[in-house]
């Protein structure tokens, strides 16, 4: 029977990667060596998903541009100083990626972090890198949740959006899927919960990634 879908296009952190804490953590510092005005962690967290300049421009939309520059490199640095250097996968998703590539998904990332960043996350997560056939961030083409790094993918890999999935945490997510009318799945152990991905449109909402084999198997 044919596959409901050819391409799963998946975010990373939130997502596959538990990196929301470390990613919190890291702003705060740059937050404080800056002696910017205090934010919140939940301000914080709700903006995991975004490029760092939207982020930035969000949090404090009174900065000028080159001040924003300024957190962008302490963001950097102090995310570079955390230990580990690389959050880790939730449990499951690696063999959840694994056992999709088996049975002949296509998979792809479309992230809000660096080029820079996602490199280094796959370099130290090897095995996720050798499964997927492209990559998207931030700095390359446009910030979530504007859809072009969704179209962009499309394009390279010659699918139509109805063929695709985009799985991630956060509205951002939601959004750009369906600015493309792509369908998407939300996943709860990232940032937006359940009721707010339904709202911005996700077709399901799974706790982890490592559940969307089971889902898709019912579609």
Known sequence: MKKRFELLIFDWDGTLADSAAQIVSSMQAAIAALKLPQRTDHEIRDLIGLGMHDVLYRLFPELKPDDVMSLLASYRAAYLGNLPPEAPLFAGALEGLRKLHSEGYRLAVATGKSRAGLNRSLAHHAEVRDLMIS??????T?????????????QELDVPAS???????????????AALGMPMVGVI?????DSRLRQAGAEAVLEYAAQLPLWLGHR
């Open 135 to 140: 990559t998207r961030t931030a700095d390359e």
């Open 142 to 154: 446009a910030s979530k949740p504007d859809p072009l790094m969704l179209k962009e993918l499309l």
């Open 163 to 177: 063929s695709a999935l985009m799985v991630g945490d956060t509205e951002y997510d939601a959004h750009m899927a």
């Open 189 to 193: 152990c990232g940032v937006h919960d």
